[in-house]
């Protein structure tokens, strides 16, 4: 009896040792298979992630194609208000005035607003084809208007194009002088020479 339980008691630490080792290596194989999962849930984070930002971006580009495709659209539509509005300094018809006013409705419907000119100049929202001077006014201040200008949304959909009101300051003008006068002196002196 004692030599079966040696045996037994072997038997039992062999037993113990090769289940030992098999849960080592259980342990070892549950590690890896956990950084596995870790690393596939972040892979699959990042994708996630990289998808939306993509369905953002696309989102993004379809929004900005549209608008400006609708501003294009808009923005041929301009001429005929300003054909109406010339049509008006020249008849007060009571279909004109209906047309300008549903063109107007239409285009403050889709976010097109008129540019105020009757102000500063503004390079920013108009355009400055002429200039001219009346000391009576600021500086750059516009004095006439010569197409309406639009906004649509926050851009510009065309430019006012105005006259705007130039100054010359008392210095420029001296300078100026000064260098005319050198400039003279300059060819007589030349004409002397020769």
């Known amino acids: 009896m004692a030599g079966e339980l040696k045996k037994q008691s072997k038997q039992n630490a062999d037993e113990k040792k090769h289940l030992s080792e098999k849960i ?46 609708l501003a294009s659209v808009l923005s041929a539509f301009l001429p005929v208000l300003d054909s109406v509005e010339e049509a008006l300094k020249h008849s007060k018809d009571k279909g004109l005035l209906e047309l300008k006013s549903q063109l107007v409705k239409t285009f403050n419907q889709f976010g097109v607003f008129e540019i105020k000119s009757s102000e500063k100049f503004n390079p920013h929202e108009m355009e400055c084809v002429m200039r001219a001077s009346d000391p009576g006014k600021e500086d750059g201040m516009v004095l006439e208007e010569f197409q309406k200008g639009y906004m649509f949304n926050d851009s510009i959909l065309r430019p006012a194009k105005v006259k705007v009101n130039f100054v010359e300051k008392k210095e420029t003008k001296k300078a100026k002088n000064a260098f005319n006068a050198h400039k003279i002196e300059k060819k007589e002196e030349k004409r002397q020479e020769k």
């Open 24 to 69: 080592k290596a259980l342990e070892s194989e549950l590690q890896k298979k956990q950084k596995e999962f870790t690393d596939l849930k972040e892979t699959l984070q990042r994708v996630q992630a990289d998808y939306e930002n993509a369905m953002k971006r696309k989102e993004k580009e379809i929004a900005i194609a549209q608008n400006k495709a």
